[in-house]
């Protein structure tokens, strides 16, 4: 089973969410004759990574991710511009005599290695960023990336992520999204059985949320609420969830103690050792919606 | 010569558009005879290198310089391969003030991109 946790907007609390989840299963695990296989976490937010800081895994594996990028042979190329033409993200440009190739914009997709008639593009790897993996002390098993400074696109390296940390059948897996409602999330998302969406009941969370649900439904899947720092704002994210058939799976409270653990590097099921119960009903919850 | 020009709406009269590769039209005249046709920028409706697009439409109509309020890094690179000299209109409001200050040699030539890199994530 795989969650993903996303929330449009950012701040919102997805990592205190997505990690004490985690933590609570690894809890459970525990307890449980016999043990299943220990869940998978997917910090999928590559562009500020920040899980492990929650969870503490030792990295054991490291891959550097890339896309493949045309390079082209001078000598072999007549510049009939039909690479450029077959390319969607304009990331090759035949300018008279001359082929340009953008990396930046280029999705690796090989369209144009494939239409050249003269066979004078190859590919050449671009790194773009690095996957890494590896077990915390709680047995959670942990994966992410890590774009590379200074790189525009994300979707590339969650996509290899998810396909390098691959789980086992009965593995759960939770997904940490980045912020927002753009390609990365949309990729992080993709494939779940549950998204769970972290908001906090002000204007902008509510905002956010709309599309967060948006693209959920677009999606087709199942979706749930967690309202962080509940109390302050307004009701307007408990009228929306009413109105549109969204379960509010938790409240968790604006609370000065939380923020300081937080802040420190402690999860919530370490600050508040009683929201162990609460993610565990919350999980029953969320596999009872999924039978 | 032919130059291109970046304009807000289809004619010589328009009014100069400051954007290259999203400009709403690419003018094309040639200064000797003053004639002059306009095209939609291929590049305004891209969700990522409208300059490249914009680029390759300049050097398809082998224009001998092209002119704009603007050029990108990816914009930059391109038409600098290509070897078309870019020009910025400064203070010109028309596409005939521009012209006119073209011909009297008062238009700066850009040696590089004008502004940074905006970051457009495709969809894929």
Known sequence: MRIAVASGKGGTGKTTVATSLALCLAADRTQAQPAPDPQLFLDCDVEAPNAHLFLKPTFERRQEVGLPIPRVDEAKCTHCGKCAEVCQYHAIAVLGKKVLVFPQLCHGCGSCTLICPEHAISEVSDVMGVLESGTADSGIHFARGVMNVGEPMATPVIRQLKKWATPKPDQIVILDASPGTSCPVVESVRGADFLLLVTEPTPFGLHDLKLAVQVGRELNLSMGVVVNRDGIGDGGVDDFCETEGLPILMRIPFDRAIAEGIAQGRTLVEIRPEYLALFQKMFLQITERER | ?124
């Open chain 2, 1 to 124: 010569m032919k130059i291109i020009i970046t304009t807000v709406s289809p004619t010589i009269e328009s009014e100069v558009d400051p954007r290259f590769g999203r400009g709403a039209y690419l003018l094309v005249v040639d200064l000797d005879t003053m004639e002059w046709q306009a095209h939609p920028n291929p590049g305004v409706s891209a969700s990522g290198g409208a300059g490249i697009q914009a680029a390759q439409f300049v050097t398809e109509h082998k224009a001998d310089a092209v002119i704009s309020g603007d050029f990108g890094p990816h914009a930059f690179e391109a038409l600098h391969a290509a070897g078309v000299p870019m020009y910025v209109f400064g203070d010109s409001h028309t596409a005939q003030d521009v012209i006119a200050c073209f011909k009297a040699g008062q238009l700066k030539q850009v040696g590089a991109a004008t502004r940074e890199d905006c970051h457009h994530e495709g969809k894929t």
